[in-house]
Antibody
């Protein structure tokens, strides 16, 4: 079964850091781009970051550029999001999503995890 | 950045109805458009990519059309399991893959 399982969310104070993880199974992880997408409570979807199959190309939304870092470990079938200098507006459910192709710029997202909640509050 | 709009923002319909949702891009995006369905408490699900290609496993009552700036998602015969929120997404212009604001389809 194709599956993405996120972890690492929780309650964090503004200005602090958090690292999210996404464990992939059921497909050849290193054949595909991966993404993080977030959804604030009661709001719509916002793409956060994407990474190509070999980490050779990476992109970020302007809202997180310079604060968040996406990475992947193909040997561990895992995707990560290091989030620094967290703000109240970063509070959201963070989804890990699989791209349909190897390059993060190319295509839609065909598999999604169930998400991990990040709460930013003092 | 490319802005995506959807209309209507919500609609009420009955099972068996034909439903059409419109998505408009602020500039041309060729056919680099996807549609997703999201049910409450669940992750989004890809329905259509490349504006009109049905994702594997998605019922044929879903269809997509359009190119350039104007796109539609049509549900030909609404079923009870189709009540959800639908989002369009452009993947033409990176590094920002913009989603539309969503259209909520609920029971009349």
């Amino acid at each position: 079964e194709v599956q993405l399982v996120e972890s690492g969310g929780g309650l964090v104070q503004p200005g602090r850091s958090l690292r999210l993880s996404c464990a992939a199974s059921g497909f050849t992880f290193d054949d595909y781009a991966m993404h993080w997408v977030r959804q604030a409570p009661g709001k719509g979807l916002e793409w956060v970051s994407g990474i190509s199959w070999n980490s050779g190309s990476i992109g970020y939304a302007d809202s997180v550029k310079g604060r968040f870092t996406i990475s992947r470990d193909n040997a561990k079938n895992s995707l990560y999001l290091q989030m620094n200098s967290l703000r109240a507006e970063d509070m959201a459910l963070y989804y890990c999503a699989k791209g349909r192709t190897a390059l993060w710029t190319d295509d839609a997202f065909d598999i999604w995890g169930q998400g991990t909640m990040v709460t930013v509050s003092s | 950045a490319i802005r995506m709009t959807q209309s209507p923002s919500s609609l009420s319909a009955s099972t068996g109805d034909r439903v059409t949702i419109t998505c408009r891009a602020s500039q041309g995006i060729s056919s680099y458009l996807a549609w997703y369905q999201q049910k409450p408490g669940k992750a989004p699900k890809l329905l259509i990519y490349a504006a009109s290609t049905l994702q594997s496993g998605v019922p044929s009552r879903f269809s997509g059309s359009g190119s350039g700036t104007d796109f539609t998602l049509t549900i030909s015969c609404l079923q009870s399991e189709d009540f959800a929120t639908y989002y369009c997404q452009q993947y033409y212009s990176y590094p920002l893959f913009t989603f539309g604001p969503g259209t909520k389809v609920d029971i009349k």
